[in-house]
């Protein structure tokens, strides 16, 4: 089992290409092996979860060629009912993104199917997804209390549905689209608020209509995908730790390249800059039917606010990064909205309050949310529970403390971010890894 180690530095310098967006990654797979012909993938995050979302692929006989090490991709598209039943269960390991997303396309095929992985992957909320595929006919078997594994029988005529989603999600917006590829009518679904449309945008590009009026979407039936490449740019939510960093750590600047900065997830960019972080966007541009730009980011002295719970969908997976601003920032930063940061892969508000308090922040936590009074950050050590994105907070939050951060069980940090470690001691992380079995550097 890994450790990092961090400790405070010099200024945070140079530029660098973080890995590919993780969402993307995943999808360019699951729409890519859908589709009728080769797709070409560049850009394709290598990290765990989408090997994982690869290898699930490759079980139901989609030929993948991997140029690994260079993020690069050809997948020979079998179509909509070309998917072969697996031989065994899909192991999807730590990605919560592949299991809602396999649920909604598996219910649709004519095979039986097993999708399970790890441990922290088995706790996690799976209802939120099989509750609305069995209104529309899908035949699901869970673990108790909606818990993976999930047992697919397919062979299912699937029904449209016209479905008011309780919270904003992607992953359910994703799933119940997807399965509506296999619907005898049209699937439509009312969002509360906005969440990622990765989805929608990929659909587009692969010549499927997904209609919006307002809050409602709308696929109809009878759609196919035809071949399209994909360009996936660098990972926002990976960007994000280095943003943190860079503006925390005095003297610092940096420019971060090609990164998505798709509207419906920047609200980590619109967080950071409202508690007064120096980020501006160069080189705007879209690639592959995404916003993209460069991020140049400035030491800047930040402030407590107030986080607009609307902007809590658009920025889900960064808080991790925005606790430690918070806990650097002058003044309380007040968190209200967030419960769905307890069904992450960790229960996210309590294990960021609990390593920041052992750390001398004083945090207090609420169902929702949290109160982060921001102060000098002392040393010591934290459990990231496995988190990868906790993990990497603390990380970040290192570059800072009084002495030395050392952040126990870091292997998942891969799964979002292979190479987190080196790439940060590029531009000037000062952090070092090691195992159970070594002392630390």
């Given at each position: 089992m890994r450790r990092f180690r961090a400790q405070a530095g010099r200024p945070l310098s140079g530029e660098a290409t973080v890995p590919g967006d993780k969402s993307i990654s995943h999808r360019a797979i699951m729409f890519g092996a859908l589709a009728e012909g080769d797709i070409r993938v560049t850009g394709f995050l290598e990290?765990?979860?989408?090997?994982?979302?690869?290898?699930?692929?490759?079980?139901?006989?989609?030929?993948?060629?991997?140029?690994?090490?260079?993020?690069?991709?050809?997948?020979?598209?079998?179509?909509?009912?070309?998917?072969?039943?697996?031989?065994?269960?899909?192991?999807?390991?730590?990605?919560?993104?592949?299991?809602?997303?396999?649920?909604?396309?598996?219910?649709?095929?004519?095979?039986?199917?097993?999708?399970?992985?790890?441990?922290?992957?088995?706790?996690?909320?799976?209802?939120?997804?099989?509750?609305?595929?069995?209104?529309m006919g899908a035949n699901i078997d869970t673990a108790e209390g909606g818990r993976a594994p999930l047992h697919i029988r397919g062979r299912a005529a699937l029904r449209g549905i016209d479905y008011v989603m309780p919270v904003a999600s992607a992953q359910v917006k994703s799933c119940l689209l997807l399965a509506g590829l296999y619907a005898e009518e049209s699937v439509s679904l009312t969002e509360p608020g906005p969440s990622r449309d990765h989805s929608e945008r990929m659909f587009e590009a692969f010549g499927v209509a997904v209609t919006r009026e307002k809050a409602r979407l709308r696929l109809a039936p009878g759609q196919s995908l035809r071949a399209c490449d994909v360009e996936v740019p660098a990972d926002l939510s990976s960007a994000a730790f280095l943003l943190v960093a860079a503006s925390i750590v005095p003297g610092s600047e940096l420019l971060l390249r090609n990164v998505g900065v798709n509207p419906t997830r920047d609200g980590v960019l619109t967080i950071l800059k409202q508690m007064g972080a120096d980020i501006t966007r160069e080189n705007e541009r879209l690639a592959g039917g995404e916003p993209v730009a460069d991020l140049r980011v400035r030491h800047a002295p930040l402030r407590g606010i107030d986080i607009d719970p609307a902007l809590v969908p658009l920025a889900i997976d960064e808080f991790p990064a925005l606790f430690v601003a918070a806990a650097c920032a002058q003044g309380v930063t007040r968190l209200r909205g967030a419960a769905e940061l307890r069904v992450k892969e960790s229960d996210r508000i309590a294990v960021m309050a609990d390593g920041l308090q052992a750390l001398g922040v004083q945090v207090s936590v609420r169902e929702d949310g949290a109160d982060i009074h921001g102060g000098p950050l002392g040393g010591g050590r934290v459990d990231s529970h496995g988190d990868h994105r906790v993990a990497m907070a603390f990380a970040v939050a290192g570059q800072v403390s009084r002495s030395a951060i050392e952040i126990l069980d870091c292997d998942n940090v891969d799964t979002s971010f292979p190479g987190f470690v080196a790439l940060g001691r590029s531009v000037g992380l000062s952090i070092n890894e090691f195992s159970d079995t070594e002392a630390p550097q």
């Open positions: 990290g765990a979860d989408c090997l994982a979302t690869m290898a699930a692929f490759r079980q139901m006989g989609v030929d993948i060629e991997h140029d690994a090490g260079a993020g690069r991709l050809l997948v020979r598209g079998v179509g909509l009912h070309g998917l072969q039943r697996p031989e065994s269960a899909l192991d999807v390991g730590n990605s919560g993104t592949s299991m809602r997303l396999l649920s909604g396309l598996l219910a649709g095929q004519a095979f039986d199917s097993e999708l399970t992985g790890d441990d922290s992957l088995r706790r996690r909320p799976m209802a939120r997804v099989v509750g609305p595929l069995r209104s």
